[in-house]
């Protein structure tokens, strides 16, 4: 069920331009790149695994800037470090890919056109720089300041660490970023001298990453690409939506795009300005209330629902045949029956949105298996959060509203 669709996917063409959208707004196509599954459609359980760790190590990247940034604890953040460090056994593989939405950014005078990974749960944005000469930037195409007029040194440097305990590192400058047409000035944005293994082009297609989260959470304390379009007066409405279904994904920056969806957005407020955190009310399963009052982050960047442990075991112990999968698959995942792939809801805002059987399930365990793996993991090391990532997001279209500070789903169209 997979494969055909993301083999559709890559054949897509990387449109050049976003198009005016008919309401106001910019829309950017979005490319899919995901190798969850092996080419049999079973899971690739390794490259699972290393998605949930960069997941993980991304939070505590955004803790630790939050707390830098602005001298407080995260409120998320009660996770001793003893305690996050899982730093388990288990074979770390260098072949490993990942499941992320990327399209096009232009940045530096003249400009210069990159692909990004456009991710809602990380603020910062970061390209291969000309200094970048190990094995990971090869194949990227490089951001050189000296070849931009309007190119400025910061003198600042930045690290930011992933999953496989390898970083992407470099120099920090202020450029001219655009994207769907909209200009950021001075936009603050990193070129690697390092890339970590996770970057590499077998493993990212896309030359960089572009974090839409909150300044708050960001390495460089600087305004993400996002806020300074709405600082600059670029934007019409202060919003950019998502939508990550199979067909016509698509970034929108400056409003909805009223043709992705129908009925109306439900919004729910943002609980702290750094993630883009609202309260998960429940998580429902044939109707009934299994889990509720969770403190989630609505993350593009992270493929899982990854949560706690304990709610997520919770969870499976509701489902008829679910099965514990630590030893086939890994620490926290979970199987079902191939011919009973339960439908799961979330509720934001008093909605309760479906996550879709297709969705859900990731794929059976090996060749000819009935069990299949759920989309839903949990983590020892989280204790009192989950991330929301694409196995829900792929059913809704969601918007980011940075003046509202608000999320809102709706019904695809
Ligand atoms: C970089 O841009 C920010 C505004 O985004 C500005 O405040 C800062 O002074 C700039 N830094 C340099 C060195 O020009």
Known sequence: MHLPINAILELLPLLAAASPAPSNGYRIPLKKRSTMTNPDGTVNAPALRRGVDDSMAKMKRGFAAYEKNTGMKHPLDTATDSHSKRKTGSVRLTDYDQELWYGQISVGTPPKTYT??????????????????????????????????????????????YGDGSSVSGEQYNDTVTIAGLTAKQQRLGAASTYSSGFSKDNFPADGLMGMGYK?????????????????????????????????????????????????LTYTPVTNQGYWQVNLQSVEFRGRQVLGQIDSIIDTGTTLIVGDEGRVRELYDAIPGSQDATL??????????????????????????????????????????????????GQSSLDNFWIVGDVFLRNVYTAFDMGQNQVGFAKLS
């Open 216 to 264: 708050s959470i960001s390495e460089y304390d600087a305004d993400p690409v996002f806020a300074s379009l709405v600082a600059q007066g670029q934007t019409t409405e202060p919003v950019f939506a998502f939508n990550l279904a199979s067909t016509g994904s698509e970034l929108f920056i400056g409003g909805t795009d009223g043709s992705k969806y129908t009925g109306g």
């Open 328 to 377: 086939q698959v890994g620490m926290g995942f979970f199987t079902v029956p191939c011919n009973a792939i339960p439908t799961i809801g979330l509720t934001f805002g008093g909605r309760t949105f479906d996550i879709s059987p297709e969705t859900f399930n990731l794929g059976p365990v090996e060749s000819g298996s009935n069990r299949c793996v759920g989309g839903v993991v």
């Open 116 to 161: 990004v990974d456009f991710d809602t749960g990380s603020s910062d944005l970061f390209l291969p720089g000309p200094n970048c000469d190990d094995t990971n930037c090869a194949g990227h195409k490089v951001y050189n300041p000296s070849q931009s007029s309007t190119s400025v040194d910061v003198h600042e440097t930045f690290s930011l660490m």
